[in-house]
C-alpha cells in the first residue's frame, strides 16, 4: 500500500529562529506591522508500507531520525492512504 | 487587532525539489520505502490588521511580494484572529 504522509516541523516554543526574525524585518522593512513570524517546514512524503500502523511507525521513526532534531524541534504528521493504489 | 497568519508555501507540480529529493535519498538510505518527498515552509505570522478583510489584503501582498515566488510557488493561508486582544 502506499500512504501519503504530511509531516510538519516546527521549532519548539522559546528556541530562537533566525529565518523567522530575518522574514519579519523583511516584512517591516516593506511597511507590514507583524509582531512575529516563525518558519518551519511541511514534508509530503509518498510512503510505501503494509499498513496503516506500519506506516505509523516508519513515519515516528523518519522523523525522529532525519525529519527533527529532537533537541530544538517539535513534530506533527498525519497520514492518509493514496488513492488508486 | 492582531491575526495569527498562516501560510503555507510549495512548490508548482512540476518544479524540481532539490531539497525534496536529497531527503528522499537520505531516507532511502536508511531504509525507508519513500517513493517521492516534496518540501515546503509553513510561515507562522503574528500581524496587526484593522479588520479580518485588512488582514487578508496585507497576507495577500505579503504572499505576492515576499514569502512565495509566483514563478514557481503555490501558496495558501489561513488567517484567525489572536485571542485576548
Redesign the interface.
Known amino acids: 500500500m502506499?500512504y501519503i504522509v504530511r509531516v510538519?516541523v516546527?521549532l519548539k516554543p522559546g528556541h530562537s529562529d533566525p529565518e523567522?526574525e530575518t522574514?519579519r524585518e523583511?516584512?517591516l522593512e516593506?511597511n507590514?506591522?507583524?509582531?512575529?513570524?516563525?518558519?518551519?517546514?511541511?514534508?509530503?512524503?509518498?510512503?510505501?508500507?503494509s499498513s496503516i500502523n506500519d506506516a505509523q511507525v516508519?513515519v515516528e521513526?523518519?522523523c525522529r531520525?532525519?525529519?527533527a532534531n529532537p533537541v530544538k524541534d517539535d513534530y506533527r504528521y498525519e497520514i492518509k492512504e493514496a488513492s488508486n493504489e
Open positions: 502506499r510538519e516546527s523567522g522574514t523583511a516584512l516593506l507590514y506591522p507583524v509582531d512575529s513570524v516563525r518558519v518551519g517546514k511541511v514534508y509530503e512524503i509518498l510512503l510505501e508500507a516508519k521513526e523518519m531520525r532525519l525529519l
